[in-house]
């Protein structure tokens, strides 16, 4: 079975400043899809990144990008330009592009903090 | 225009009693899921249904029932609700099970409090 690793429970980082959340992951699996997910106060989960095994290239959508090491199975999530929005708990999921039914497998969550 | 939506936001109930939780997506998405997550945060997948077909239950307790009338509905049943029970549920939904680069859309979730 997959499972995914967030080894940071809360982070901190000061407005304007860049920060990186950590996740690694185990799988047999040699395709398959990983995502970052933000958790706001609201609740809501909200689809921050999404990186497709197969490429090398890394990810990036505006301020947030991620270095993949597929080797080393480790996704991590860089938020540059910290802004008071971002603050919310950030999940790493991790989905198999084999197995039927397309289920997320989540981390456990850091908890972003930003100190204006 | 929400895209997924669930009714109700917020559930209080008694230990023993009956629910349901509707969840409904507008975004013609084959493939919809229930999540749970629990106090400490952490999201596990509980059903997912493709066009109205179950394809995962992943050990959930049998006194919680997904119905599934329409692909744009995925209603979740709980029976003899427990303390255990109380948690945010999720719905979501995706275009294709299986398929690549879909992305899993969620809705705001349910809170359920069971005193």
């Known amino acids: 079975a997959q499972t995914v690793t967030q080894s940071q429970p809360e982070m901190s980082v000061q407005e304007a400043e860049t920060v990186t959340l950590s996740c690694t992951y185990d799988t047999s699996e040699s395709d398959y899809y990983l995502f970052w997910y933000k958790q706001p106060p609201s609740r809501q989960m909200i689809l921050v990144i999404r990186q497709e095994a197969y490429k090398q290239q890394n990810a990036t959508e505006n301020r947030f990008s991620v270095n993949f090491q597929k080797a080393a199975k480790s996704f991590s999530l860089k938020i540059s330009d910290s802004q008071l929005g971002d603050a919310a708990m950030y999940f790493c999921?991790?989905?198999?592009?084999?197995?039927?039914?397309?289920?997320?497998?989540f981390g456990a969550g850091t908890i972003l903090r930003v100190k204006s | 225009d929400t895209a997924v939506s669930q009714t109700p936001k917020y559930l209080v109930t008694q230990m023993g009693n009956d629910k349901s939780i509707k969840c409904e997506q507008n975004?013609?998405?084959?493939?919809m899921y229930w999540y749970k997550q629990d106090s400490k945060k952490f999201l596990k997948i509980m059903f997912s249904?493709?066009?109205?077909?179950?394809?995962i239950n992943e050990t959930v307790p049998n006194r919680f029932s997904p119905k599934s009338p329409d692909k744009a509905h995925l209603n979740l049943h709980i029976n003899s609700l427990e303390l255990g029970d109380s948690a945010v549920y999720f719905c979501a939904s995706s275009q294709v099970a299986g398929g690549p680069g879909e992305t899993q859309y969620f809705g705001p979730g349910t809170r359920l409090l069971v005193l």
């Open positions: 249904y493709n066009n109205k077909e179950l394809i």
């Open positions: 999921a991790y989905r198999s592009a084999v197995l039927y039914g397309n289920k997320l497998v």
């Open positions: 975004l013609g998405h084959d493939t």
